[in-house]
T-cell receptor, first 114, second 115 residues
């Protein structure tokens, strides 16, 4: 069965600091991996995705993530946080078996301090 | 309009009411989903439709009844709900080709409050 673990339900950074949101996955077959962002009272917006091409994936708003098979990780980073990055971030996985089932992590709330 | 549109954005209903949530996608996708997002809980997949046929139902109570009349529209009919059903209900769509599924695109959600 596939699963996703996001380490840290809440991450707080200063404006201009590095953002690192952690995601580890469990999958019996090569996965597709995604990061989504959710602003208050909004739906989820896709930030970036990994679909077995390049292991370093660049997304919108300056975010990127690196797929590391040996560590079963797909951590999200941004070199310099902006106030507008404050939101909840979800890591998700689709893998073999049921290709319809997008399994989400519990989410990480990012706050950015001035 | 583009993307995935959900109506209404907010809904307050009594436990004896019957209401419906509507979702429409303008992306030409062939799969649609209902998710439930409650406070402090992970996103829960409720229903999946592919080519208008239900392919997955994750043990959702019968007071939630989905309907997919065509590939662009998805409904969630609600009746005799409980207060614990209060949540943000998210609709999504994606394109599935064989075993390959693209990313899901989400609507803005319907904030449901059961009183």
């Amino acid at each position: 069965a596939q699963s996703v673990t996001q380490l840290g339900s809440h991450v707080s950074v200063s404006e201009g600091a590095l953002v690192l949101l952690r995601c580890n996955y469990s999958s019996s077959v090569p996965p597709y991996l995604f990061w989504y962002v959710q602003y208050p009272n909004q739906g989820l917006q896709l930030l970036l995705k990994y679909t077995s091409a390049a292991t370093l994936v660049k997304g919108i708003n300056g975010f990127e993530a690196e797929f590391k098979k040996s560590e079963t990780s797909f951590h999200l980073t941004k070199p310099s946080a902006h106030m507008s990055d404050a939101a909840e971030y979800f890591c998700a996985v689709i893998s073999g078996g049921s290709n319809y089932k997008l399994t989400f992590g519990k989410g990480t709330l990012l706050t950015v301090n001035p | 309009e583009t993307g995935v549109t959900q109506t209404p954005r907010h809904l307050v209903m009594g436990m004896t009411n019957k209401k419906s949530l509507k979702c429409e996608q303008h992306l030409g996708h062939n799969a649609m989903y209902w998710y439930k997002q409650s406070a402090k809980k992970p996103l829960e997949l409720m229903f999946v439709y592919s080519l208008e046929e239900r392919v997955e139902n994750n043990s959702v109570p019968s007071r939630f009844s989905p309907e997919c009349p065509n590939s662009s529209h998805l409904f969630l009919h609600l009746h005799t709900l409980q207060p614990e059903d209060s949540a943000l209900y998210l609709c999504a769509s994606s394109q599935v080709r064989g075993m390959v599924n693209t990313e899901a695109f989400f609507g803005q959600g319907t904030r449901l409050t059961v009183v």
